[in-house]
Structure formats: C-alpha cells, structure tokens
C-alpha cells in the first residue's frame, strides 16, 4: 500500500514539474524587440525582431524635448505594425512635421504593443542644431520612378555606408546598402535602382541614411516625396518603303504597356516645306517594359511606298494614353509604279509560261501533221 501511494505522489510530482516547464518554456519561446532606434527632426526608423512571426502588434512612437527637468511630448503616433516575418529585422519609418524648432537636445522614445501589453521598450537621444559640422552632408536627393540619386560632399575624406530606401507609409517596400564608401575631396552622385515593382500615378518616399563611421559612429538621414509614373524612350528608328521599326526603352519600375503608332505622309515637294497628305497609320502596342528592358516594334505597310518623299511620325503612348514621345524623320522612295509591276513576284513567268504554253503546243501539232503527211506521200512514191 506504502508502495502504491509513492508511486502516485511521485506520479502527480512529475505532472506538476511537466507542466510547469511546458508553461516557462511557451513564455520564453516568444522573443520580440525593439532591437534600433533613430530619430530627427525630419524622420525617425524603428527596427523591429521577433523569433517568430507577428501579426498587427501597436508600435507607439514619442518625439520628446526636456524643459527645465521636465519632458515635452511633442508628437506622439501610433500604428499597427502589420505582418512581418520570423527571425528578420524589419524596419518601420515615420516622418515629423516640426515647425519653429528649437536647438537642442531630444529624445525617440518607442514602445511595442500587444492588445495594450508592452513587449518591448526602447529610447534614443539626438541633438539638433549641433554646432559640431558633420564630416558628410546632403547636397541633394533626387528620387523617382526608376531609383534614387543622393550627392554628398565630405567636409573631411570619410568612409560610410548608405542605405537607400523606398518607403510607403510607414512600410519600407524595398532597401539596399552600399557599405565602405569613400569621399576624399569633392561631391560625387550615389545611385541604386528600385528592385521592386511601383503602382502608377501613387505617392512614395525616397530615403537614405548614410553611416557614418569615425570618429564616432553617426547617422545623416533625407527624405523625398514622388509619384510613381509609367516612363519609356524611342532609342532607335528604322524606315524604307516597306515598313518602318522602333526600338523602345522602358525607364521606370512602372510597367510600360504603352503603344507605338506610325503615320506616313506623302510630301507634295521634295524639299518637304509643302504640304502634306496621310498615306496610312498603323498602331502596334509595346510589349510589357521595366526599367532598362528594351522591345523592337516592326510595322509593314499596306503597299510598298512608290516614288516620292515621305514623312514618317512615330508617337510614343504611355498607359494614360498620353504621349511620352514623338519622333519624325523622312522616308524617301524611288519605287515607280512601272519597277514596282516588274518585280512583282511571279508576274512575268506567269505570262511568259501561258504564252509559252498557247504557243508551242500550236507549232508542234502544225508541224507533226505536215511531217506526217510529207512521210506518206514519199512512201507511196516509192511503191
């Protein structure tokens, strides 16, 4: 009996301690962070981890100044993080609208939520109007529907890395870095390309944030607005009097789906001053194009262009149906309508093989029965 009631005290023991550790081990599994914070007076980026995936945490972000031992909330938002994936730093961008700033010092406070608990807490001090120069500055910032160009200018030869955002919202869509970068003397342009596909006609952001590594480790961030639009060029035209080709260059992350439309005119005098009358038009859409992808339209005519000169419009349409570009140039024919029968394919075999054919069979009956004839009258001669 002893026997049977340890065995079940130590029974309900090892249930109780399994449980536990099942308990402890599912609260320590999840392990979520606000792991970077920066801040301006301009924009601010918050760099969220989690070892596994989440799904529309609260991200609260405070802009606060001290005032005589005490804090002033200046701004405060608030978000939702939306979905991001396990085991990756993603990073959620916000923009101030500060007006009549003030020298001094401040401070990005961050807080991450869930359904009101915090999980995570973080702050980050910054100064504003330092008279301590950088040893790196913005001269521009040019974003648009292909890329980003930013010029620096070094104040000092520095080294730094750069990291190019496209951001919608607070969403950074797309980033890439360039690291170990080095300006000596003079401003020099950086440039990247988007890698992701834009939504025409919509409103983005451009950034860039440029680390800085000695002689401590700093920051320098800005940041653009621009709409996305579809963008192309004609980089090459081929035309004769059979037909006429483009060749066309898409310039934006918008797909192209554009169209091309070739108009011949008939010049009335050779020097192409007089007036002009249509001929034909013929339209042929581009196929699909992406920043740097390249597509050749050809064209044929209805009838080859006779004798004469020509003026050859091409128009390039973009999605809107607007027109992008508009190229002319000068189709100039010496096809008369004479050459043009004679090489007409097939014509003067045919008439030449159906003379031949009502010709000969004639000649070869004629002369068939007058040899026959010839034949019987020498043989009955000689009988």
């Not at 040019?142 to 620096?152: F, K, Y």
Request: hydrophobic share 35%; no cysteine; aromatic share 8%.
């Amino acid at each position: 009996m002893k026997a049977l009631l340890f065995l079940l005290v130590l029974f309900l023991v090892s249930v109780l301690q399994a449980s536990a550790a099942d308990t402890s081990q599912v609260d320590g599994t999840r392990q979520v962070r606000i792991a970077e914070l920066y801040s301006d007076l301009e924009s601010y980026d918050v760099t969220l981890y989690s070892n596994q995936s989440e799904e529309n945490l609260t991200l609260e972000v405070s802009l606060v100044r001290p005032d005589r031992g005490n804090e002033e909330v200046i701004a405060t938002q608030t978000f939702s993080t939306g979905s991001f994936p396990a085991n990756t730093g993603v990073m959620k961008v916000g923009f101030w609208n500060i007006r009549n700033a003030e020298r001094g010092a401040y401070t990005l406070r961050a807080r991450l939520l869930d359904q009101g608990k915090v999980l995570s807490e973080s702050e980050s001090d910054f100064v504003y109007g330092s008279n301590s120069a950088s040893r790196l500055q913005v001269d521009d910032l040019a974003p648009n529907s292909e890329g980003i160009t930013v010029v620096l200018s070094p104040n000092q030869a520095s080294l730094f890395d750069i990291e190019y955002m496209l951001v919608d919202g607070h969403d950074v869509l797309y980033s890439t870095k360039t690291e170990k970068v080095a300006l000596t003397s003079v401003p020099e342009p950086f440039s990247v390309s988007w890698g992701t596909l834009l939504e025409s006609n919509k409103e983005y952001t451009g950034r860039v944030k440029v680390k800085v590594y000695s002689p401590s480790r700093g920051f320098i961030a800005s940041t653009e607005n621009f709409t996305a639009r579809d963008d192309a060029e004609i980089t090459d035209v081929y035309q004769d009097e059979t037909g006429a080709s483009a060749t066309v260059l898409g310039r934006s992350q918008v797909p192209f789906e554009g169209n091309l439309v070739f108009s011949v005119y008939e010049l009335q005098e050779s020097s192409g001053s007089g007036s002009a009358v249509f001929v034909e038009s013929v339209r042929e859409r581009v196929p699909v194009l992406l920043n740097d992808d390249d597509e050749t339209v050809e064209v044929a005519w209805k009838e080859r262009l006779t004798e004469g000169v020509y003026r050859l419009e091409i128009e390039l349409f973009g999605n809107d149906g607007d027109v992008i570009e508009r190229r002319e140039t000068i189709i100039e024919s010496d096809l008369s309508p004479s050459n043009e029968s004679e090489v007409s394919p097939g014509t003067g075999n045919d008439s030449s093989g159906e003379n031949g054919g009502n010709s000969i069979p004639g000649f070869s009956v004629a002369f068939g029965v007058t040899g026959v004839a010839m034949v019987f009258a020498l043989f009955k001669k000689l009988h």
